[in-house]
Protein backbone atom coordinates (compact mmCIF):
# COMPACT_ATOMS: atom_id res chain seq x y z
CA UNK A 1 0.00 0.00 0.00
CA UNK A 2 1.53 3.58 -0.79
CA UNK A 3 1.85 6.17 1.51
CA UNK A 4 -1.18 7.82 -0.16
CA UNK A 5 -3.36 5.15 -0.14
CA UNK A 6 -2.28 4.67 3.77
CA UNK A 7 -3.29 7.82 4.61
CA UNK A 8 -6.88 7.70 3.31
CA UNK A 9 -8.05 5.19 5.42
CA UNK A 10 -10.46 5.80 8.27
CA UNK A 11 -9.20 5.57 11.27
CA UNK A 12 -7.85 2.71 13.45
CA UNK A 13 -10.15 1.90 16.32
CA UNK A 14 -7.91 1.15 19.93
CA UNK A 15 -8.47 -2.55 20.13
CA UNK A 16 -7.74 -2.63 17.03
CA UNK A 17 -4.34 -1.43 17.38
CA UNK A 18 -3.93 -3.38 20.71
CA UNK A 19 -4.87 -6.65 18.79
CA UNK A 20 -2.46 -6.09 15.98
CA UNK A 21 0.67 -4.89 18.45
CA UNK A 22 -0.02 -8.58 20.20
CA UNK A 23 -0.88 -10.45 17.66
CA UNK A 24 3.02 -9.22 16.24
CA UNK A 25 4.43 -9.53 19.51
CA UNK A 26 3.28 -13.49 19.26
CA UNK A 27 5.22 -13.87 16.05
CA UNK A 28 8.88 -12.36 17.55
CA UNK A 29 8.23 -14.01 21.31
CA UNK A 30 11.72 -13.38 23.45
CA UNK A 31 12.33 -16.89 24.81
CA UNK A 32 15.98 -16.97 25.52
CA UNK A 33 15.98 -17.29 29.66
CA UNK A 34 18.69 -16.62 32.21
CA UNK A 35 18.84 -17.49 35.99
CA UNK A 36 19.18 -14.23 38.16
CA UNK A 37 19.68 -13.67 41.76
CA UNK A 38 16.33 -12.63 43.66
CA UNK A 39 17.71 -9.37 44.07
CA UNK A 40 18.09 -8.60 40.36
CA UNK A 41 15.23 -10.43 39.63
CA UNK A 42 12.65 -7.24 40.19
CA UNK A 43 10.43 -6.38 37.23
CA UNK A 44 11.82 -9.47 35.05
CA UNK A 45 9.36 -12.21 33.89
CA UNK A 46 9.16 -15.57 35.13
CA UNK A 47 10.38 -18.21 32.28
CA UNK A 48 8.78 -20.92 33.73
CA UNK A 49 5.80 -21.85 36.30
CA UNK A 50 7.44 -22.04 40.10
CA UNK A 51 7.44 -24.95 41.80
CA UNK A 52 6.80 -25.16 45.46
CA UNK A 53 9.53 -27.80 47.34
CA UNK A 54 8.83 -27.37 50.32
CA UNK A 55 5.56 -26.89 52.43
CA UNK A 56 4.89 -24.03 53.78
CA UNK A 57 5.07 -23.77 56.85
CA UNK A 58 7.27 -26.97 57.02
CA UNK A 59 5.81 -27.48 60.69
CA UNK A 60 3.02 -26.94 63.16
CA UNK A 61 4.06 -23.38 64.64
CA UNK A 62 2.41 -21.26 67.06
CA UNK A 63 0.99 -17.84 65.82
CA UNK A 64 0.61 -16.20 69.33
CA UNK A 65 3.50 -15.53 72.15
CA UNK A 66 1.95 -17.69 74.67
CA UNK A 67 1.52 -21.61 75.99
CA UNK A 68 1.34 -24.94 73.78
CA UNK A 69 -0.48 -28.09 75.77
CA UNK A 70 -1.99 -30.74 74.74
CA UNK A 71 -6.21 -29.94 74.84
CA UNK A 72 -7.58 -33.35 73.92
CA UNK A 73 -5.79 -34.60 77.58
CA UNK A 74 -6.44 -31.65 80.01
CA UNK A 75 -8.40 -31.42 82.75
CA UNK A 76 -8.54 -27.56 83.04
CA UNK A 77 -6.35 -27.50 86.49
CA UNK A 78 -3.07 -25.33 85.61
CA UNK A 79 -0.05 -26.55 83.74
CA UNK A 80 3.61 -26.75 84.91
CA UNK A 81 6.01 -25.37 82.09
CA UNK A 82 9.02 -27.89 81.09
CA UNK A 83 10.30 -26.37 78.38
CA UNK A 84 10.67 -22.46 76.49
CA UNK A 85 10.53 -22.73 72.36
CA UNK A 86 11.74 -19.79 70.66
CA UNK A 87 11.58 -19.64 66.91
CA UNK A 88 14.39 -20.88 65.00
CA UNK A 89 14.71 -23.93 67.70
CA UNK A 90 13.53 -27.82 67.63
CA UNK A 91 11.23 -28.56 70.23
CA UNK A 92 11.35 -31.88 72.71
CA UNK A 93 7.94 -33.94 72.41
CA UNK A 94 5.83 -32.20 75.16
CA UNK A 95 5.72 -33.98 78.91
CA UNK A 96 2.34 -34.98 79.73
CA UNK A 97 0.57 -33.30 81.76
CA UNK A 98 2.72 -30.00 81.32
CA UNK A 99 2.85 -26.52 78.97
CA UNK A 100 5.02 -25.35 76.57
CA UNK A 101 6.17 -21.92 77.11
CA UNK A 102 6.10 -20.61 73.18
CA UNK A 103 6.85 -17.82 70.85
CA UNK A 104 4.94 -16.55 67.54
CA UNK A 105 6.53 -19.15 64.86
CA UNK A 106 8.29 -21.71 66.75
CA UNK A 107 7.70 -25.13 65.84
CA UNK A 108 4.82 -26.77 68.19
CA UNK A 109 6.03 -29.48 70.35
CA UNK A 110 5.23 -33.38 69.33
CA UNK A 111 2.13 -34.01 71.36
CA UNK A 112 0.61 -30.42 71.65
CA UNK A 113 -2.36 -29.42 69.84
CA UNK A 114 -3.55 -25.88 71.27
CA UNK A 115 -1.61 -22.83 72.18
CA UNK A 116 -2.93 -20.07 74.28
CA UNK A 117 -1.67 -16.51 73.85
CA UNK A 118 -0.12 -15.09 77.37
CA UNK A 119 -2.28 -12.23 77.83
CA UNK A 120 -5.19 -15.18 78.39
CA UNK A 121 -3.01 -16.97 81.19
CA UNK A 122 -2.04 -16.06 84.72
CA UNK A 123 1.37 -17.28 86.18
CA UNK A 124 1.10 -18.13 89.48
CA UNK A 125 3.30 -17.89 92.73
CA UNK A 126 4.49 -21.77 92.22
CA UNK A 127 5.52 -21.20 88.08
CA UNK A 128 2.25 -23.00 86.85
CA UNK A 129 -0.02 -21.08 84.15
CA UNK A 130 -3.39 -20.93 85.06
CA UNK A 131 -5.67 -20.83 82.00
CA UNK A 132 -8.44 -18.03 81.85
CA UNK A 133 -10.70 -18.72 79.30
CA UNK A 134 -12.40 -21.60 77.20
CA UNK A 135 -10.08 -23.37 75.02
CA UNK A 136 -10.21 -24.87 71.59
CA UNK A 137 -8.27 -27.69 69.52
CA UNK A 138 -5.87 -26.43 66.90
CA UNK A 139 -6.35 -22.46 68.51
CA UNK A 140 -3.34 -20.24 67.58
CA UNK A 141 -1.82 -23.26 65.71
CA UNK A 142 -0.75 -22.63 61.83
CA UNK A 143 -0.78 -26.26 60.54
CA UNK A 144 1.99 -27.82 58.18
CA UNK A 145 1.21 -26.50 54.67
CA UNK A 146 -1.03 -24.17 55.34
CA UNK A 147 0.05 -22.08 52.88
CA UNK A 148 1.63 -23.92 50.72
CA UNK A 149 2.25 -28.04 49.84
CA UNK A 150 5.62 -29.45 48.05
CA UNK A 151 4.95 -30.01 44.59
CA UNK A 152 2.10 -27.23 44.24
CA UNK A 153 1.91 -24.54 41.40
CA UNK A 154 2.47 -20.94 43.35
CA UNK A 155 3.59 -18.78 40.07
CA UNK A 156 2.79 -19.58 36.50
CA UNK A 157 5.12 -18.79 33.90
CA UNK A 158 5.24 -15.14 32.29
CA UNK A 159 4.50 -13.63 35.51
CA UNK A 160 6.10 -10.45 36.14
CA UNK A 161 7.97 -10.34 39.29
CA UNK A 162 7.67 -7.44 41.92
CA UNK A 163 8.17 -7.30 45.22
CA UNK A 164 5.55 -9.80 46.18
CA UNK A 165 6.27 -12.13 44.20
CA UNK A 166 9.88 -12.23 44.92
CA UNK A 167 8.65 -12.44 48.55
CA UNK A 168 7.23 -15.32 47.57
CA UNK A 169 9.91 -17.38 46.23
CA UNK A 170 12.11 -16.36 48.77
CA UNK A 171 9.35 -17.72 51.32
CA UNK A 172 9.88 -21.15 49.25
CA UNK A 173 13.95 -20.80 49.65
CA UNK A 174 13.84 -20.24 45.70
CA UNK A 175 17.92 -17.93 45.94
CA UNK A 176 17.16 -17.46 41.98
CA UNK A 177 14.84 -17.85 39.29
CA UNK A 178 14.91 -18.23 35.51
CA UNK A 179 13.61 -15.16 33.38
CA UNK A 180 13.37 -14.13 30.22
CA UNK A 181 16.10 -12.38 29.19
CA UNK A 182 16.09 -8.53 28.89
CA UNK A 183 14.34 -7.18 25.96
CA UNK A 184 17.33 -5.12 24.19
CA UNK A 185 15.17 -1.43 23.44
CA UNK A 186 16.90 1.52 21.36
CA UNK A 187 15.75 4.53 22.16
CA UNK A 188 15.75 7.30 18.91
CA UNK A 189 14.46 11.04 19.01
CA UNK A 190 13.96 12.61 15.87
CA UNK A 191 13.58 16.25 15.13
CA UNK A 192 16.76 19.05 14.73
CA UNK A 193 14.67 20.87 16.81
CA UNK A 194 15.79 18.67 20.19
CA UNK A 195 18.64 19.81 22.15
CA UNK A 196 19.74 17.73 25.24
CA UNK A 197 18.79 18.96 28.82
CA UNK A 198 21.45 20.86 30.49
CA UNK A 199 22.42 22.38 27.31
CA UNK A 200 21.63 25.85 25.80
CA UNK A 201 18.65 26.24 23.66
CA UNK A 202 19.58 27.90 20.37
CA UNK A 203 16.35 29.72 18.53
CA UNK A 204 13.79 26.92 17.47
CA UNK A 205 14.96 24.53 19.64
CA UNK A 206 12.92 22.43 22.39
CA UNK A 207 14.78 20.08 25.27
CA UNK A 208 14.00 16.22 24.44
CA UNK A 209 11.65 15.10 27.02
CA UNK A 210 10.80 12.14 25.53
CA UNK A 211 14.12 10.36 25.66
CA UNK A 212 13.91 10.50 29.50
CA UNK A 213 10.47 9.69 29.67
CA UNK A 214 11.36 6.22 27.94
CA UNK A 215 14.74 5.04 29.00
CA UNK A 216 13.79 5.56 32.46
CA UNK A 217 10.06 3.53 31.81
CA UNK A 218 11.81 0.75 29.36
CA UNK A 219 14.24 0.52 32.69
CA UNK A 220 11.32 0.15 35.28
CA UNK A 221 10.34 -2.31 32.76
CA UNK A 222 12.91 -4.59 32.78
CA UNK A 223 14.33 -3.53 29.48
CA UNK A 224 17.87 -3.08 28.74
CA UNK A 225 18.36 0.36 26.51
CA UNK A 226 20.33 1.58 23.66
CA UNK A 227 20.10 4.81 24.24
CA UNK A 228 20.56 5.93 20.47
CA UNK A 229 20.15 9.95 21.03
CA UNK A 230 18.43 12.28 18.41
CA UNK A 231 18.60 11.17 14.99
CA UNK A 232 19.77 13.98 12.30
CA UNK A 233 17.36 14.90 9.85
CA UNK A 234 19.74 13.99 7.36
CA UNK A 235 19.10 10.48 5.37
CA UNK A 236 22.99 9.65 5.01
CA UNK A 237 23.36 10.29 8.80
CA UNK A 238 20.25 8.57 9.85
CA UNK A 239 21.30 4.72 7.93
CA UNK A 240 24.25 4.70 9.58
CA UNK A 241 22.39 5.52 13.11
CA UNK A 242 20.19 2.47 12.05
CA UNK A 243 23.16 0.55 11.17
CA UNK A 244 25.06 1.10 14.18
CA UNK A 245 22.59 -0.03 16.69
CA UNK A 246 24.02 -3.66 16.76
CA UNK A 247 21.97 -6.25 17.79
CA UNK A 248 17.57 -5.17 19.33
CA UNK A 249 14.60 -6.37 19.94
CA UNK A 250 13.10 -3.54 19.24
CA UNK A 251 13.76 0.21 17.87
CA UNK A 252 11.59 2.57 19.64
CA UNK A 253 11.13 5.95 18.19
CA UNK A 254 9.29 9.14 18.74
CA UNK A 255 8.46 11.97 16.28
CA UNK A 256 8.95 12.32 12.55
CA UNK A 257 5.75 9.93 11.96
CA UNK A 258 3.06 12.25 11.04
CA UNK A 259 3.10 14.00 7.49
CA UNK A 260 5.84 15.73 7.67
CA UNK A 261 8.70 16.47 4.88
CA UNK A 262 11.51 15.88 6.97
CA UNK A 263 10.66 11.90 7.86
CA UNK A 264 14.30 10.36 7.31
CA UNK A 265 13.68 7.80 9.41
CA UNK A 266 10.44 6.79 7.42
CA UNK A 267 12.77 7.11 4.63
CA UNK A 268 15.58 4.95 5.73
CA UNK A 269 12.99 2.18 7.22
CA UNK A 270 11.61 1.48 4.05
CA UNK A 271 14.82 1.14 2.02
CA UNK A 272 16.02 -1.52 4.69
CA UNK A 273 12.29 -3.19 5.73
CA UNK A 274 9.15 -1.91 5.36
CA UNK A 275 6.87 0.56 7.55
CA UNK A 276 3.14 1.24 7.88
CA UNK A 277 1.48 4.30 9.12
CA UNK A 278 -1.38 3.67 11.01
CA UNK A 279 -4.03 6.28 11.84
CA UNK A 280 -5.10 5.59 15.11
CA UNK A 281 -8.86 6.51 16.40
CA UNK A 282 -6.55 7.70 19.70
CA UNK A 283 -5.84 10.96 21.29
CA UNK A 284 -3.30 11.72 22.19
CA UNK A 285 -1.54 9.73 19.79
CA UNK A 286 -2.87 9.43 16.40
CA UNK A 287 0.02 8.82 13.90
CA UNK A 288 1.93 5.62 15.02
CA UNK A 289 4.19 3.37 12.68
CA UNK A 290 4.65 -0.65 13.09
CA UNK A 291 7.27 -2.20 10.89
CA UNK A 292 10.85 -3.93 10.46
CA UNK A 293 14.14 -2.26 10.01
CA UNK A 294 16.48 -5.95 8.95
CA UNK A 295 14.26 -7.59 10.71
CA UNK A 296 14.04 -6.06 13.51
CA UNK A 297 10.63 -4.59 14.83
CA UNK A 298 10.37 -0.80 14.80
CA UNK A 299 7.86 1.72 16.54
CA UNK A 300 7.53 5.00 15.67
CA UNK A 301 5.83 7.25 18.51
CA UNK A 302 4.36 10.33 17.46
CA UNK A 303 6.70 13.21 18.79
CA UNK A 304 4.30 15.45 20.86
CA UNK A 305 4.79 14.53 24.60
CA UNK A 306 1.31 13.46 26.10
CA UNK A 307 1.11 11.28 22.73
CA UNK A 308 4.49 9.46 23.17
CA UNK A 309 2.97 8.46 27.13
CA UNK A 310 -0.02 7.64 25.84
CA UNK A 311 0.78 5.12 23.02
CA UNK A 312 3.81 3.77 24.59
CA UNK A 313 1.54 3.39 27.92
CA UNK A 314 -1.28 2.12 26.64
CA UNK A 315 0.43 0.29 22.94
CA UNK A 316 4.05 -0.58 23.87
CA UNK A 317 4.20 -1.51 26.97
CA UNK A 318 1.41 -4.48 26.46
CA UNK A 319 3.55 -4.85 23.32
CA UNK A 320 6.79 -5.55 25.02
CA UNK A 321 5.29 -7.04 27.78
CA UNK A 322 3.60 -9.89 25.36
CA UNK A 323 6.48 -10.61 24.15
CA UNK A 324 7.98 -11.59 27.30
CA UNK A 325 5.36 -14.14 27.55
CA UNK A 326 3.12 -12.13 30.05
CA UNK A 327 -0.42 -13.23 29.31
CA UNK A 328 -1.98 -10.39 30.83
CA UNK A 329 -1.28 -7.43 29.73
CA UNK A 330 -4.52 -4.78 30.10
CA UNK A 331 -4.27 -2.81 32.87
CA UNK A 332 -6.58 -2.57 35.75
CA UNK A 333 -8.90 -0.23 35.65
CA UNK A 334 -11.66 1.02 37.16
CA UNK A 335 -15.46 2.64 37.08
CA UNK A 336 -15.28 6.48 38.53
CA UNK A 337 -18.22 9.27 38.50
CA UNK A 338 -16.84 12.15 35.98
CA UNK A 339 -15.81 15.38 37.99
CA UNK A 340 -16.33 17.11 35.03
CA UNK A 341 -18.41 17.74 31.27
CA UNK A 342 -17.36 16.71 28.07
CA UNK A 343 -19.42 18.40 25.88
CA UNK A 344 -18.44 17.81 22.35
CA UNK A 345 -18.18 14.12 20.82
CA UNK A 346 -14.89 13.17 19.43
CA UNK A 347 -14.09 10.82 16.52
CA UNK A 348 -11.00 9.63 18.12
CA UNK A 349 -11.02 8.27 22.07
CA UNK A 350 -9.50 10.24 24.69
CA UNK A 351 -6.86 9.78 27.29
CA UNK A 352 -7.22 12.63 29.17
CA UNK A 353 -4.90 13.09 32.09
CA UNK A 354 -6.80 13.16 34.96
CA UNK A 355 -6.85 12.77 39.01
CA UNK A 356 -8.87 11.61 41.49
CA UNK A 357 -10.24 14.13 44.09
CA UNK A 358 -13.02 13.43 46.70
CA UNK A 359 -14.26 10.57 44.42
CA UNK A 360 -14.72 12.21 40.90
CA UNK A 361 -11.98 12.03 38.39
CA UNK A 362 -10.97 15.44 37.05
CA UNK A 363 -8.95 16.45 34.19
CA UNK A 364 -6.07 18.99 33.84
CA UNK A 365 -7.23 22.28 32.38
CA UNK A 366 -4.96 21.93 29.67
CA UNK A 367 -5.00 18.47 27.15
CA UNK A 368 -2.85 19.29 24.48
CA UNK A 369 -0.41 16.79 23.20
CA UNK A 370 2.20 19.24 23.83
CA UNK A 371 1.65 19.69 27.57
CA UNK A 372 3.36 16.88 29.30
CA UNK A 373 2.87 18.99 32.31
CA UNK A 374 -0.93 17.67 32.68
CA UNK A 375 0.61 13.98 33.23
CA UNK A 376 2.69 15.30 35.94
CA UNK A 377 -0.26 16.38 37.52
CA UNK A 378 -2.49 13.68 37.06
CA UNK A 379 -2.29 9.85 38.43
CA UNK A 380 -3.81 8.54 35.63
CA UNK A 381 -5.74 9.06 32.51
CA UNK A 382 -9.47 8.67 31.98
CA UNK A 383 -11.22 7.16 28.71
CA UNK A 384 -13.38 9.36 27.15
CA UNK A 385 -15.19 6.27 24.45
CA UNK A 386 -15.45 7.70 20.65
CA UNK A 387 -18.72 9.67 20.54
CA UNK A 388 -19.71 10.02 23.86
CA UNK A 389 -20.40 13.33 25.76
CA UNK A 390 -19.94 12.25 29.67
CA UNK A 391 -20.91 14.39 32.17
CA UNK A 392 -20.58 15.31 35.54
CA UNK A 393 -21.17 12.38 37.45
CA UNK A 394 -21.23 9.77 34.66
CA UNK A 395 -19.11 6.63 35.08
CA UNK A 396 -15.74 6.51 33.02
CA UNK A 397 -12.85 4.36 33.36
CA UNK A 398 -10.16 5.42 34.62
CA UNK A 399 -6.52 3.60 34.01
CA UNK A 400 -3.85 4.98 37.23
CA UNK A 401 -0.23 5.65 36.27
CA UNK A 402 0.61 2.88 38.90
CA UNK A 403 -1.21 0.32 36.69
CA UNK A 404 1.31 1.51 33.44
CA UNK A 405 4.17 2.46 35.02
CA UNK A 406 5.96 -0.57 36.23
N1 LIG B 1 -0.94 17.74 8.63
C1 LIG B 1 -0.92 17.00 9.74
N2 LIG B 1 -0.14 17.36 10.75
C2 LIG B 1 -0.12 16.65 11.88
C3 LIG B 1 -0.95 15.51 12.00
C4 LIG B 1 -1.74 15.12 10.90
O1 LIG B 1 -2.47 14.12 10.93
N3 LIG B 1 -1.68 15.90 9.78
N4 LIG B 1 -0.98 14.84 13.18
C5 LIG B 1 -0.69 15.62 14.35
C6 LIG B 1 -0.61 14.76 15.48
S1 LIG B 1 -2.06 14.14 16.11
C7 LIG B 1 0.56 14.51 16.11
S2 LIG B 1 0.58 13.62 17.57
C8 LIG B 1 1.83 14.99 15.61
C9 LIG B 1 2.81 13.84 15.51
O2 LIG B 1 3.93 14.36 14.97
P1 LIG B 1 5.25 13.55 14.73
O3 LIG B 1 5.19 12.26 15.43
O4 LIG B 1 5.54 13.53 13.30
O5 LIG B 1 6.26 14.37 15.57
P2 LIG B 1 7.01 15.68 15.25
O6 LIG B 1 6.33 16.45 14.19
O7 LIG B 1 8.41 15.31 15.08
O8 LIG B 1 6.79 16.36 16.65
C10 LIG B 1 5.53 16.72 17.16
C11 LIG B 1 5.75 17.68 18.32
O9 LIG B 1 6.43 17.01 19.35
C12 LIG B 1 7.66 17.65 19.65
N5 LIG B 1 8.65 16.60 19.93
C13 LIG B 1 9.11 15.69 19.05
N6 LIG B 1 10.02 14.91 19.64
C14 LIG B 1 10.17 15.35 20.88
C15 LIG B 1 10.99 14.97 21.98
N7 LIG B 1 11.83 13.92 21.86
N8 LIG B 1 10.89 15.63 23.13
C16 LIG B 1 10.03 16.68 23.24
N9 LIG B 1 9.21 17.10 22.25
C17 LIG B 1 9.29 16.44 21.08
C18 LIG B 1 7.99 18.41 18.41
O10 LIG B 1 8.85 19.47 18.64
C19 LIG B 1 6.63 18.84 17.94
O11 LIG B 1 6.19 19.97 18.64
O12 LIG B 1 1.70 15.57 14.33
C20 LIG B 1 0.57 16.44 14.21
N10 LIG B 1 0.64 17.04 12.91
O1 LIG C 1 -3.12 12.89 18.49
MO1 LIG C 1 -1.76 13.90 18.41
O2 LIG C 1 -1.07 12.88 19.58
O3 LIG C 1 -2.73 14.68 19.56
O4 LIG C 1 -1.45 15.55 18.81
Not at 70 to 78: F, K, T, V
Not at 224 to 238: C, F, K, M, N, S
Not at 260 to 285: H, Q, V
Request: glycine residues 12%; contains cysteine; charged residues 20%.
Amino acid sequence: MTAVAELARPLMPVEEALERLLALAEKAPITETEHVALAEAEGRVLAHELVAGLDLPPWPNSAMDGYALCLADWQGEPLRVTQRIFAGHAPQPLEPGTCARIFTGAPLPEGADCVEMQENTEVLADGRVRFLEPLALSQNVRPKGQETRVGESVMSAGTRLGPIQLGLAATLGFGTLEVRRQPRVAVLSTGDELVEPGLPLGPGQIYNSNRRLLVSWLQRLGCRVVDAGILPDDLERTRQCLGGLGDVDLILSTGGVSVGEADFLGLALREAGELALWKLAIKPGKPLTFGHYQGVPVIGLPGNPASTLVTFGLLTRPYLLRRLGVGNVAPLSFSVPAGFDWPKAGTRREYLRARIEEGRVRIYKNQSSGVLRSAAWADGVVEVLEGSTPRQGDAVRFIPFSELLG
